[in-house]
């Protein structure tokens, strides 16, 4: 079905306000939702009814204005002219047209006249009004009409009486007390009807009552001939522009179809042009069951067609669906009386936006807390030369214009990347292209003129680029990321991207964009890099760090190590993709994430912009990466999953996140957690081994100061060991720790027989000793404080005690990995796994370590007298994990070299970590063999990240799977007892390197 452009774009995208009621209009009132006028010179949509008709705009006569249609052609009294109005089911339209009869033509009756085909059933033909017109006025013909049935065809046209007259009509009107772009949609299928779905291509459509989410029938596609070819249904009229709905459809895969992806997506055209929308990312869907594809879509550009539709990733397999609900979510104003972020800050404040945020309550929080913004998608290359040569920059245009229009700066994102740039970039016909002189030549001409187009067009309106982004990958020797830009050019692309860059427009910021730069090895690597580009004279001006972080990681102080040493550069610095993850892992998942969360999200924003408050002089914008909850990556990102990680929630209202940047004062208060493993310590105010199984709890820096600590417990009481960053020393420079109603006060240079003080580089430390009743698994309410002359930091929540920390060591050797224990095993001591996570009894080991230069060797040799590897998952095999953390980082997550390194009985290996594990895949060899009564594994786990070191600690930990049959009935480990350790290294043991 086509509509006329001037109706879409006025009224079902709401434009003219002239055309449309607001939405603030009284209730009463009635919604115009169609008005043609014929004035724009088209007919609007309007087309002939019967052979031989034709329809045209006449400028000789009209009810009001300058035009009107006029029909001719006709020899029949039904022939006429018609449109496809997406009338709704079940809701009562006003219809109101003017009628004249053509000069000398005889008075005759016009009718307006509705034909639709209820599904199943015949045509029907339903009259809306009629009335006499003749050739001397304008006659008004006004009626109203509702249908109850799901139909097709549905029609709405004009016939005459006599069957030869040509006649005018205007000021065709449409109206109804309902609003369709607010009244949604449903489909159920419980008619027996498709409900109005129709297939995009060969796919046959049934209503099926085989299988059903809800009620008795669903509808099955099957004879489908591609990934995109299966259900789809128009929504032209349902939805408009600027407003936000949510889709839930419920999908399951067809008869014998063991496994598949769906999909839910938008196509979008205007005249003639398609485009597509992704609402939900094809999804794995587990055979036999039904799954929810859900998400959310906020028109943003002018249609003549629109459609849902739901595909497979790959693939032309049968699938099903049901209780599809397409649901308007009314706007809520945004907080006006709130403080203006832009208003807080000394630096620029952005936001990463698409077309759709420009756009109602979306573009009003955008200008009042905002003075930048970053397109996130709109300038990449697969978005502005999809083609060689064939540029469209229809979003980017849109969104520069929108930004100019508002006073806002602007970053442009990105020109030159491994990702979302087209395969043809790389190519040379069908073949790659290669590490050649001439296929080098071409790349870098393909960069060149693709900078120089891009950058052109907006000299002198984009002020900032990231000029090559993500190009650093510090587990490389050299620290560079393999990609087709590196593998074929070296480094010579990034060289080139930033001179052409700077030969087009001399006045922008050229920027080096990158992920991870708070992390010790990341950082390293971009900034040899810069510093190498910039000792060759690449202008490159900025470095950009993305700061996609969680609530716990990275600590803030790392952030601020990395602005203080780019600082050394020279070079400006943005932040340039903030948010913050409510999970600490990529597994996890919320169905509602708690109000202690969020608050603890508040707080990490708040110690996040005192690291940016601090740096302001080294800094000059910081974006984030997304305007509200509502439109965020990371609800697809690593898994699709509920993760609000902006400042203001998915109706856009200010969370604690948002205070915790505009004013902390208003923050919730937040109890916190921590362990406080079991241990005897001595209190000397030295840091004794002990302390170093573990890292200290931050505390965040204010001002100068900044403090982390640690606890243990034992009969003797509690233990704590605080360190204290505080350069300058003063009378009031103390740790005050209240602990069961009392507050304990330790002065920076006193001791007593309970606690003791050191100096240390940068401050100073205090270890203590306090009364407690400790046993393992209780709760002790817990509060530090640091004070100086200047204020404090502090730390309340409370303690969790838990059972000792698990150390074994490894001595230095080099055995043969084959399953077989060489003699360097005998020196190597012996651990044994008795933490049960899963069940009391089954298959245990017993463990040994050793280390060299490069690699930490592990051997286990399993006592399970029944084997099994007949489940298709790894982890429901007999299996050993050996879960390494070259770091001893205890971090709730994986850093991305910490590694989970599985080997079966028969030898077979899988390894996880994060992304997949892509920087730890490599790492492991291994060997195993059955013996009597079980079986061994024997590994060989890469160190790349560290140098070993006798008294290196690394964090360690054994599992071993027990299978029965298909199933896994027990599981064991050595230390840690979450049954977690797949997510999280917190609780995994110690293993020391010695001589």
């Given at each position: 079905m086509?509509?006329?452009r001037?109706w879409?774009?006025?009224?079902?995208?709401c434009?003219?306000?002239?055309?449309?009621?607001?939405?603030?209009?009284?209730a009463?009132q009635?919604?115009?939702i169609?008005?043609?006028?014929?004035?724009?010179?088209?007919?609007q949509?309007?087309g002939?009814?019967?052979?031989?008709?034709a329809?045209?705009?006449?400028?000789?006569t009209?009810?009001?204005?300058?035009?009107?249609?006029?029909?001719?052609?006709?020899?029949?009294t039904w022939?006429?002219?018609t449109?496809?109005?997406?009338?709704e089911?079940?809701?009562?339209?006003?219809?109101?047209?003017?009628?004249r009869?053509?000069?000398g033509q005889?008075?005759?009756?016009?009718?307006?006249?509705?034909?639709?085909?209820p599904?199943?059933?015949?045509?029907?033909?339903?009259?809306?009004g009629a009335?006499?017109?003749t050739?001397?006025a304008?006659?008004?013909?006004a009626g109203?009409?509702?249908?109850t049935?799901?139909?097709?065809?549905?029609?709405l046209?004009?016939?005459s009486?006599?069957?030869?007259?040509?006649y005018y009509?205007?000021?065709?009107?449409?109206?109804?007390?309902?609003?369709?772009?607010?009244?949604?949609?449903?489909?159920?299928f419980?008619?027996?009807?498709?409900?109005?779905?129709?297939?995009r291509?060969s796919?046959?459509l049934?209503v099926?009552?085989?299988e059903a989410?809800?009620?008795?029938?669903?509808?099955l596609?099957?004879?489908?001939s591609?990934?995109?070819?299966?259900?789809?249904?128009?929504?032209?009229?349902?939805?408009?522009?600027g407003?936000?709905?949510?889709?839930?459809?419920w999908?399951?895969?067809?008869?014998?179809?063991?496994?598949?992806?769906?999909?839910?997506?938008?196509?979008?055209?205007?005249?003639?042009?398609?485009?597509?929308?992704?609402?939900?990312?094809?999804?794995?869907?587990t055979?036999?069951?039904?799954?929810?594809?859900k998400?959310?879509?906020?028109?943003?550009y002018?249609?003549d067609f629109?459609?849902?539709?739901?595909?497979?990733?790959?693939?032309?397999?049968p699938?099903?669906?049901d209780?599809?609900?397409?649901?308007?979510?009314?706007?809520?104003?945004?907080?006006?009386?709130?403080?203006?972020?832009?208003?807080?800050?000394?630096?620029?404040?952005?936001?990463?936006?698409?077309?759709?945020?420009?756009?109602?309550?979306?573009?009003?929080?955008?200008?009042?807390?905002?003075?930048?913004?970053?397109?996130?998608?709109?300038?990449?290359?697969d978005?502005?030369?999809?083609?060689?040569?064939?540029?469209?920059?229809?979003?980017?245009?849109y969104?520069?214009?929108?930004?100019?229009e508002?006073?806002?700066?602007?970053r442009?994102?990105?020109?030159?990347?491994?990702?979302?740039t087209?395969?043809?970039?790389?190519?040379?016909?069908?073949?790659?292209?290669?590490?050649?002189?001439?296929?080098?030549?071409?790349?870098?001409?393909?960069?060149?003129?693709?900078?120089?187009?891009?950058?052109?067009?907006?000299?002198?309106r984009?002020?900032?680029?990231?000029?090559?982004?993500?190009v650093?990958?510090?587990?490389?020797?050299?620290?560079m990321?393999?990609?087709?830009?590196?593998l074929?050019?070296?480094?010579d692309?990034?060289r080139?991207?930033f001179?052409v860059?700077?030969?087009?427009?001399?006045?922008?910021?050229?920027?080096?964009?990158d992920?991870?730069?708070?992390?010790?090895?990341?950082?390293?690597?971009v900034?040899?890099l810069v510093k190498?580009?910039?000792?060759?004279?690449v202008?490159?001006n900025?470095v950009?760090?993305?700061?996609?972080?969680?609530?716990?990681?990275?600590?803030?102080?790392?952030i601020?190590?990395t602005i203080?040493?780019?600082?050394?550069?020279g070079?400006?610095?943005q932040?340039t993709?903030?948010?913050?993850?409510?999970?600490?892992?990529?597994?996890s998942?919320?169905?509602a994430?708690?109000?202690e969360?969020?608050a603890q999200?508040?707080?990490?924003y708040?110690?996040?912009?005192?690291?940016?408050?601090r740096?302001?002089?080294?800094?000059?914008?910081?974006?984030?990466?997304g305007?509200?909850?509502?439109?965020t990556?990371l609800?697809?990102?690593?898994?699709?999953?509920?993760n609000?990680?902006?400042?203001?929630?998915?109706?856009?209202?200010?969370?604690?996140?948002?205070?915790?940047?505009a004013?902390?004062?208003?923050?919730p208060?937040?109890?916190?957690?921590l362990?406080?493993?079991?241990?005897?310590?001595?209190?000397?105010?030295?840091?004794?081994?002990?302390?170093?199984?573990?890292?200290?709890?931050p505390?965040a820096?204010?001002?100068?100061?900044?403090?982390?600590f640690?606890?243990?417990?034992?009969?003797?009481?509690?233990?704590?060991?605080?360190?204290?960053?505080d350069?300058?020393?003063?009378?009031?420079?103390?740790?005050t720790?209240?602990?069961?109603?009392?507050?304990?006060?330790?002065?920076r240079?006193?001791r007593?027989?309970?606690?003791?003080t050191?100096?240390a580089?940068?401050?100073?430390?205090?270890e203590?000793?306090?009364?407690?009743?400790?046993?393992?698994?209780?709760?002790?309410?817990?509060?530090?404080?640091a004070?100086d002359?200047?204020?404090?930091?502090s730390?309340?929540g409370?303690?969790?005690?838990?059972?000792?920390?698990?150390?074994?060591t490894?001595?230095?050797?080099?055995?043969?990995?084959?399953?077989v224990?060489?003699?360097?095993?005998a020196r190597?001591?012996?651990?044994?796994?008795?933490?049960?996570?899963?069940?009391?009894?089954g298959?245990?080991?017993?463990?040994r370590?050793?280390?060299?230069?490069g690699?930490?060797?592990?051997?286990?040799r399993v006592t399970?007298?029944?084997?099994?590897?007949?489940?298709?998952?790894?982890?429901?095999?007999?299996?050993?994990?050996?879960f390494?953390?070259?770091?001893?980082?205890?971090?709730?997550?994986?850093?991305?070299d910490?590694?989970?390194?599985?080997?079966?009985?028969?030898?077979?290996?899988?390894?996880g970590?994060?992304?997949?594990?892509?920087?730890?895949?490599?790492?492991?060899?291994?060997?195993a063999?059955?013996v009597?009564g079980?079986y061994?594994?024997?590994?060989s786990i890469?160190?790349?990240?560290?140098?070993?070191a006798?008294?290196g600690?690394?964090?360690?930990?054994?599992?071993?799977?027990?299978?029965?049959?298909?199933?896994r009935?027990?599981?064991?480990?050595?230390?840690?007892?979450?049954?977690?350790?797949?997510?999280?290294?917190?609780?995994?043991?110690?293993l020391?390197?010695t001589?």
């Amino acid at each position: 079905m086509r509509l006329p452009r001037s109706w879409v774009a006025a009224v079902l995208l709401c434009l003219p306000l002239s055309v449309l009621s607001p939405l603030a209009a009284q209730a009463e009132q009635a919604v115009q939702i169609a008005k043609y006028d014929f004035e724009d010179g088209t007919t609007q949509g309007w087309g002939p009814r019967g052979s031989g008709v034709a329809v045209r705009v006449a400028p000789d006569t009209a009810h009001s204005g300058s035009g009107s249609l006029l029909t001719t052609g006709r020899t029949a009294t039904w022939h006429g002219a018609t449109i496809s109005p997406p009338l709704e089911k079940g809701v009562t339209y006003a219809v109101t047209a003017y009628a004249r009869l053509a000069a000398g033509q005889p008075s005759s009756t016009i009718a307006l006249t509705a034909q639709r085909t209820p599904a199943g059933g015949t045509t029907t033909y339903e009259r809306v009004g009629a009335a006499t017109v003749t050739d001397a006025a304008w006659t008004e013909i006004a009626g109203t009409y509702t249908y109850t049935e799901d139909s097709t065809e549905l029609q709405l046209y004009a016939e005459s009486s006599d069957a030869t007259g040509e006649y005018y009509l205007d000021d065709i009107t449409i109206t109804t007390d309902t609003d369709p772009g607010q009244s949604g949609v449903t489909s159920d299928f419980e008619s027996g009807t498709a409900q109005g779905w129709t297939s995009r291509g060969s796919a046959t459509l049934t209503v099926s009552t085989a299988e059903a989410h809800g009620g008795a029938a669903s509808l099955l596609a099957t004879g489908r001939s591609a990934s995109w070819d299966g259900p789809s249904l128009n929504v032209l009229g349902k939805m408009t522009k600027g407003s936000k709905y949510t889709l839930s459809l419920w999908v399951r895969l067809g008869p014998d179809t063991a496994s598949g992806e769906l999909g839910l997506s938008v196509e979008r055209r205007l005249a003639g042009t398609a485009s597509y929308d992704r609402v939900v990312a094809p999804t794995a869907i587990t055979a036999g069951q039904w799954v929810e594809l859900k998400g959310s879509y906020t028109p943003a550009y002018d249609v003549d067609f629109l459609s849902v539709y739901v595909e497979s990733g790959s693939g032309a397999f049968p699938f099903s669906i049901d209780d599809f609900t397409l649901a308007y979510v009314p706007p809520k104003p945004i907080e006006t009386g709130i403080p203006s972020l832009k208003d807080k800050l000394s630096f620029d404040v952005g936001a990463a936006v698409a077309r759709a945020q420009t756009l109602g309550e979306h573009g009003r929080l955008l200008t009042k807390h905002f003075d930048s913004v970053t397109p996130g998608n709109a300038l990449k290359w697969d978005a502005t030369e999809p083609r060689e040569g064939e540029f469209t920059f229809g979003d980017g245009d849109y969104l520069v214009d929108y930004a100019t229009e508002h006073g806002l700066k602007f970053r442009g994102h990105t020109l030159a990347w491994h990702s979302q740039t087209p395969d043809w970039v790389f190519k040379d016909g069908d073949r790659d292209l290669t590490a050649t002189p001439a296929d080098k030549a071409l790349l870098l001409k393909r960069l060149e003129n693709h900078v120089r187009a891009v950058v052109g067009r907006y000299k002198g309106r984009i002020q900032t680029w990231d000029v090559v982004n993500e190009v650093v990958d510090e587990n490389q020797p050299d620290g560079m990321r393999r990609s087709p830009w590196f593998l074929v050019t070296g480094y010579d692309f990034i060289r080139t991207a930033f001179r052409v860059a700077h030969e087009v427009d001399p006045a922008a910021k050229l920027v080096l964009n990158d992920y991870n730069t708070e992390l010790p090895r990341k950082r390293q690597a971009v900034y040899n890099l810069v510093k190498k580009l910039r000792g060759e004279g690449v202008p490159v001006n900025a470095v950009g760090h993305q700061l996609h972080v969680n609530i716990e990681q990275a600590p803030a102080s790392e952030i601020e190590k990395t602005i203080e040493l780019f600082a050394g550069l020279g070079v400006d610095q943005q932040v340039t993709e903030l948010d913050v993850s409510v999970y600490t892992d990529f597994v996890s998942s919320y169905t509602a994430v708690p109000a202690e969360v969020l608050a603890q999200q508040g707080y990490r924003y708040k110690e996040i912009f005192d690291v940016f408050r601090r740096q302001a002089s080294h800094l000059s914008s910081v974006t984030v990466w997304g305007l509200g909850d509502d439109g965020t990556w990371l609800s697809s990102f690593p898994i699709t999953r509920l993760n609000p990680p902006l400042l203001f929630d998915d109706e856009l209202q200010a969370k604690p996140a948002y205070w915790g940047v505009a004013d902390p004062s208003r923050l919730p208060p937040l109890t916190r957690r921590l362990d406080a493993p079991k241990a005897t310590v001595k209190v000397d105010g030295e840091r004794e081994r002990q302390w170093d199984l573990l890292p200290d709890a931050p505390i965040a820096r204010v001002g100068d100061l900044a403090a982390g600590f640690q606890a243990r417990w034992s009969t003797a009481g509690l233990a704590v060991l605080a360190e204290v960053r505080d350069p300058t020393c003063d009378k009031a420079d103390t740790v005050t720790v209240r602990l069961g109603g009392t507050a304990y006060v330790m002065k920076r240079d006193g001791r007593a027989r309970w606690f003791d003080t050191r100096a240390a580089k940068g401050g100073y430390r205090v270890e203590a000793l306090l009364p407690a009743e400790a046993a393992l698994g209780g709760k002790v309410p817990f509060e530090l404080v640091a004070h100086d002359a200047k204020g404090e930091v502090s730390w309340k929540g409370e303690l969790t005690l838990t059972a000792a920390v698990r150390q074994t060591t490894a001595p230095r050797g080099t055995p043969v990995v084959d399953g077989v224990a060489d003699a360097a095993w005998a020196r190597a001591p012996e651990i044994r796994t008795a933490t049960w996570i899963q069940g009391t009894t089954g298959a245990t080991a017993t463990v040994r370590a050793l280390w060299d230069s490069g690699h930490l060797y592990v051997l286990a040799r399993v006592t399970d007298p029944a084997l099994s590897e007949a489940s298709p998952n790894p982890w429901e095999q007999d299996s050993v994990e050996i879960f390494v953390d070259p770091g001893n980082g205890k971090t709730k997550g994986y850093d991305d070299d910490d590694g989970q390194y599985r080997v079966s009985f028969s030898g077979k290996r899988t390894v996880g970590g994060t992304f997949d594990a892509f920087a730890v895949k490599d790492n492991l060899t291994s060997a195993a063999k059955v013996v009597p009564g079980g079986y061994v594994v024997e590994a060989s786990i890469k160190l790349p990240t560290i140098t070993p070191a006798k008294g290196g600690l690394l964090g360690f930990d054994i599992q071993v799977n027990d299978a029965t049959a298909a199933a896994r009935t027990a599981a064991v480990t050595w230390n840690d007892s979450s049954g977690q350790s797949y997510l999280s290294t917190a609780g995994w043991g110690v293993l020391e390197l010695t001589g």
